[in-house]
T-cell receptor
Framework: RKEVEQDPGPFNVPEGATVAFNCTYS??????FFWYRQDCRKEPKLLMS???SGNEDGRFTAQLNRASQYISLLIRDSKLSDSATYLC????????????FGKGTTLSVSS | GAVVSQHPSRVICKSGTSVKIECRSL??????MFWYRQFPKQSLMLMAT?????????EQGVEKDKFLINHASLTLSTLTVTSAHPEDSSFYIC????????????FGSGTRLTVV
């Protein structure tokens, strides 16, 4: 089983749409959870950390369910600039351990 | 914030030659550096974890004699792809754990290696 699994998509949505991405991870020892964004094979950029209580940053909402080892990202009111690959990322244990990346979910927002 | 400078950004080399990629932490001490590679349409795959002053820990399936990692100082880690072949063509990227200040993971800008 892969350490982090995501639906690769692609998700093709119109501007203004709401889109949700899901992710599961296999290592119950993971303690840090993130969503990263990657554009055109550049380095990944941190979008947001994910906490058990759920957290929101503008149009982006992330949720974590430790019991089911499930992470989600909700994007509301999609913009053209949201088009990118979204990577679900977990670490291997305590802070400072390696980050393990999902394969990524590709989002394409069209006008 | 903490910055990792990665060089070169792009390199083309001939089969059989070796290529060195450098990652320097500019404003913090990187005790731990992670090396990843990314093939087209794939995600970042962890190759190895290096700790300053000790041998790197390689992931299963990654040849340690082919991908030499040196982390001799707190500000510099290098990855050398030895006897490169076309199948080694990939995007290589380093990441460091920032244990103080901004606290978190920071990434180099990546190196696109093409072996011809």
């Amino acid at each position: 089983r892969k350490e982090v699994e995501q639906d690769p998509g692609p998700f093709n949505v119109p501007e203004g749409a709401t889109v949700a991405f899901n992710c599961t991870y296999s290592n119950s020892a993971s303690q840090s959870f993130f969503w990263y964004r990657q554009d055109c094979r550049k380095e990944p950029k941190l979008l947001m950390s994910v906490y058990s209580s759920g957290n929101e940053d503008g149009r982006f909402t992330a949720q974590l369910n430790r019991a089911s080892q499930y992470i989600s990202l909700l994007i509301r009111d999609s913009k053209l600039s949201d088009s990118a690959t979204y990577l679900c990322v977990v670490n291997r244990g305590q802070a400072g351990t390696a980050l393990i990346f999902g394969k990524g979910t590709t989002l394409s927002v069209s006008s | 914030g903490a910055v990792v400078s990665q060089h070169p950004s792009r390199v083309i080399c001939k089969s059989g030659t070796s290529v060195k990629i450098e990652c320097r932490s500019l404003d913090f001490q990187a005790t731990t550096m992670f090396w990843y590679r990314q093939f087209p349409k794939q995600s970042l795959m962890l190759m190895a974890t290096s700790n300053e002053g000790s041998k790197a820990t390689y992931e299963q399936g990654v040849e340690k004699d082919k991908f030499l990692i040196n982390h001799a100082s707190l500000t510099l880690s290098t990855l050398t792809v030895t006897s490169a072949h076309p199948e080694d063509s990939s995007f290589y990227i380093c990441s460091a754990w920032v244990a103080t200040g901004s606290y978190g993971y920071t990434f180099g800008s990546g190196t696109r290696l093409t072996v011809v």
